[in-house]
């Protein structure tokens, strides 16, 4: 995976999360979570924790390269990352932000009180066929800067935006 990421530069290492800027990043977001959900509908064992696990492992190892990775969720999520840096190139530190983003969305679904939370939002999100398709999945709160090293301001201006779009579905 090292292989397909770009050199940081100062302008990449300055951006602390991916808040307000999930639209730049849809093409990551979007190929890993789509793997990921393709990947429960095939293993309905799948957690939440489980797809933890693999995201942080996949972060933490990625320089390691595609053989190091033996679980095939891991495997998975590596191979769409691939996909989407062969089609636009990022720096090893967004790619850092874009698998902080996944963790965080993970976290944020904890309040639900289920093993499965955010496989369930990825399925309602990505109108996929599942069980607890009715249920809200929407976010109950704003990431903090321990959760995605959101700044302050951001958190605010996160808290300020959803209130203001509380009818809008939000990712």
Known sequence: MADFLLEDTEKTTKLKSL???????ADFL????????????????LTDADVEKAIKNARANYPKGTDFFKAPL???????????AKNRPISRHEYHLVL???????????????DTAYLDWLVEFFGSEGENTEE?????????????????KESEDFAKD??????????
């Open 74 to 84: 891991e495997q998975m999520i590596l191979e769409a990352s691939k996909l989407a």
């Open 162 to 171: 959803k209130t203001a779009n509380s009818g809008k579905r939000k990712r």
């Open 30 to 45: 979007g190929s890993i979570e789509t793997g990921i959900l393709s990947f429960y509908h095939e293993n309905k064992k």
């Open 136 to 152: 809200d999945y929407s976010l109950p709160f704003e990431p903090t800067p321990k959760d995605e090293k959101l700044t302050t």
């Open 100 to 114: 902080s983003y996944i963790l965080w969305s993970i976290s944020n679904r904890n309040w639900l009180g289920s």
């Open 19 to 25: 808040y307000k800027k999930e639209e730049k990043y």
